[in-house]
């Protein structure tokens, strides 16, 4: 399809419309007053800091005024977000710090802590229980193959994400990684667990494996572990099964 002259005027005034709200710096198109545009910047930009402020509060508070407001303008000049949803700006976020912030004096932990702060919303919103496969909520956690719920997160960081505060900045990874996972309790509350490499491996094997029954899944932990006496795992993954359960990460045995 042909673009008439009309046509492509109109894009390039909406395409320097559209740059000059996310940078200042870029002439507006000609024939709009400045104080119109204005307006116009003012509303996209407290928009954004609005919404990203509310998500990432404990990042939010590592930052001054002045730079987080540089932080925000140069997310919103770098970054072309691809998604329609406002809910997964955090995402956006996200992958601006990864791929494309250049700061130098940033925290190393920045990206890990933005990830962690977002999983909150991302398991608050997550629709993943909605078709559940058949399972007994009482069933034998040994005997059968327990369920993960399926809006649980298991999650492992470099950083100690979960105690980062202004009065703790961490310039080097931990010397063991960070595993946490996050999830929602049976009132649809959402809490971050701090666990063990033990149980972090266990829930990737009952989610990777859902064919496997507990029991199974413990002694080839123990096996992975070379443990001298395999009923020691086997007799303290029996409870912590049952605590998993218990705060719904687990939701009883597949059918």
Not at 222 to 245: K, M
């Given at each position: ?9 109109f ?37 954004f800091?609005s ?26 000049i ?19 710090l990864?791929h ?19 999983v ?18 009482n ?6 193959c ?39 309790d ?66 009883g045995?597949r059918?």
């Amino acid at each position: 399809m042909n673009t008439s002259p009309e046509q492509a005027d109109f894009r390039e005034i909406q395409q320097r419309f559209a740059d000059t709200i996310r940078d200042p710096a870029t002439p507006a198109p000609a024939g709009i007053p400045e104080e119109r545009m204005a307006v116009y910047r003012e509303l996209f930009f407290n928009g954004f800091d609005s919404h990203l402020s509310g998500n990432f509060p404990v990042l939010r508070s590592l930052f001054d005024e002045t730079a987080w407001e540089a932080m925000v303008r140069d997310f919103m000049i770098r970054h072309r977000c691809r998604t329609p949803l406002f809910t997964e700006i955090g995402l956006e976020f996200i992958d601006y710090l990864q791929h494309e912030r250049q700061a130098a004096d940033d925290p190393p932990f920045l990206a890990e802590l933005a990830h962690y702060e977002y999983v909150e919303l991302a398991v608050a919103l997550s629709d993943a229980d909605r078709e559940l496969p058949e399972h007994d909520p009482n069933g034998d956690l040994l005997a059968g193959c327990p369920l993960v719920a399926p809006t649980a997160w298991n999650l492992s960081y470099r950083f100690p994400v979960h105690q980062i505060s202004p009065d703790f900045q961490p310039r080097t990874p931990g010397e063991q990684p960070t595993h946490l996972v996050v999830y929602r309790d049976r009132e649809e509350a959402v809490h971050f667990l701090e666990i063990n490499v033990v149980t972090q491996r266990l829930l990737a094997l009952l989610k990777e494996n859902p064919q496997m029954t507990g029991l199974d899944c413990l002694r080839r932990i123990a096996d992975e572990l070379q443990h001298p006496q395999p009923e020691t795992v086997i007799q303290a993954g029996t409870r912590l099964l049952a605590e998993l359960r218990e705060r719904n990460i687990l939701l009883g045995t597949r059918r």
